[in-house]
């Protein structure tokens, strides 16, 4: 189903919103910015000419204003139009100023490890959070969690990669049973057992030292730098679930981010810093 809307001598159509492209459904605004761009470029709305007001607007494409002015958000992202308290929307230019954009799209992209990797369990015991850990957990001194220590590692002999220290909330304990040559990741495990629903990941990059045990399991010299990431798991209601702390010789590991040129938004997992 389509809508034909016309502004002055230009026919503009809007696609349905339950209809799709390339099997993803198109948000309401996303269609309207889309029309809207298409008429800057054809030059029915020349560089220095208002587009039609936002009352005009969600008349015409039957929207709310937060969706026209989503639309209209869009198309500001771009460089192309600027809003103008009391005049109104101004065609800035007809090309797009692109902006850097990192695109994640799940949380296993989030510095993932290579399928081939197993988690080997060495430790698990309940915890009381100090002032440092709790500051890490992001949680009350004297809080109890349970840690579990293990070695992840390329293959069941392979290269180790990171000592890993992971911290569960007590009724989640049971998950270090199955952690034991696992190649999935901790939070997926829990979201699988306990039904539990990730709201938000957060991930912190530091710099730091390995302890002499440390250092000897992973079969480099005490004393040598190491790449930390902290990740922590937000579950429904706020609640952090999960953190786990792996540290990896730093010289054998690195991170690698790939930025792409574009404007356009989707639906995907995103972290500010």
Known sequence: MSGHLKFGGLLLVMQAETEKK???RIPLYRQISDTLLAGIRDGKF????????EMDLISRFDASRHTIREALRVLE???????????????????????FVQMVRSPSELFSYPDTSLFRLLSEEQV??????????QCSVGEQWVRISGLRTLGSEGMPICWADVYVIPEYSSIA????????????????????????????????????KKAEVLGVEAGSASLSVCRSYQ?????????????????NFS???EFTRGWQTADHWSWSS
């Open 235 to 251: 579950g429904s209601g706020g609640r952090i679930f999960e953190v786990s702390i792996s540290e990896h010789p730093a010289n």
């Open 46 to 53: 020349p560089v220095g000419s208002f587009l039609p007001g």
């Open 177 to 212: 049973q199955r952690l034991g040559g696992s190649t999935r990741p901790v939070y997926e495990l829990i979201a699988d057992t306990f039904n539990e629903k990730i709201e938000k990941i957060t991930v912190r990059v530091f710099a730091g030292v390995l302890s002499d």
């Open 77 to 99: 992202d771009m460089g192309m139009v600027a809003r103008q308290r009391g005049r109104g929307t101004v065609v800035l230019s007809t090309d797009a100023a692109p902006a």
């Open 22 to 24: 390339g099997g993803a």
């Open 128 to 137: 009381a959070a100090d002032k440092s850990l709790a500051k890490a957990l």
């Open 255 to 257: 991170y690698n981010f």
